[in-house]
T-cell receptor, first 111, second 115 residues
């Protein structure tokens, strides 16, 4: 399956702490994307990492990709209460164009 | 103001009725997607389209139908054959074939309730 599976399912931390979420997948990919969803809203794209990249940064976000292990991680540093949301990964293969999401990680950041 | 628009935001349907959810984008994207999300769950792919006049079934296509007559539009019909249609429906679009632009843009969703 091309679907990504996020781990853990839920994560609760205090403001200022770092949050790490993991994603595993089973097929070959061209890129892997991370998205965020606030409750009752659409998903918003956060960051994309290509299969030939190992690490990428965007503000407080750091994404890693290990294609040999078929896994990726999303690190949010110095978390804020506003980071409270669900986070999803989506591995993408250009041949199928099938964008499939897992069940996500629900992050709760307490003030 | 470019983007992807879903309408209506809330929709109520009586059992046995078909209902059509609208999804329109002015981003000139080739690929469009429909997802279903149940409370506390992830997104499940219903149908997707890579190009006008073509579409493929996703993982849960039974009870749903789509059309792609125009690049900008990808309406989803929830038919009476869908046994449990109450859910949050999300539409997305993205560019194909250009490695620099493969992120998806999502609409704000339609919450369908069967009464």
């Amino acid at each position: 399956s091309q679907q990504g599976e996020e781990d853990p399912q839920a994560l609760s931390i205090q403001e200022g702490e770092n949050a790490t979420m993991n994603c595993s997948y089973k097929t070959s990919i061209n890129n892997l994307q991370w998205y965020r969803q606030n409750s009752g809203r659409g998903l918003v794209h956060l960051i994309l990492i290509r299969s030939n990249e190992r690490e990428k940064h965007s503000g407080r976000l750091r994404v890693t990709l290990d294609t040999s292990k078929k896994s990726s991680s999303l690190l949010i540093t110095a978390s804020r209460a506003a980071d409270t949301a669900s986070y999803f990964c989506a591995p993408l293969n250009y041949n199928t164009d099938k964008l499939i999401f897992g069940t996500g990680t629900r992050l709760q950041v307490f003030p | 103001d470019g983007g992807i628009t879903q309408s209506p935001k809330y929709l109520f349907r009586k059992e046995g009725q078909n209902v059509t959810l609208s999804c329109e984008q002015n981003l000139n994207h080739d690929a469009m997607y429909w997802y279903r999300q149940d409370p506390g769950q992830g997104l499940r792919l219903i149908y997707y389209s890579q190009i006008v006049n073509d579409f493929q079934k996703g993982d849960i296509a039974e009870g749903y139908s789509v059309s792609r007559e125009k690049k900008e539009s990808f309406p989803l019909t929830v038919t009476s054959a869908q046994k449990n249609p109450t859910a949050f429906y999300l539409c997305a679009s993205r560019t194909r074939g250009q490695p620099l632009n493969t992120e998806a843009f999502f609409g704000q969703g339609t919450r369908l309730t069967v009464v």
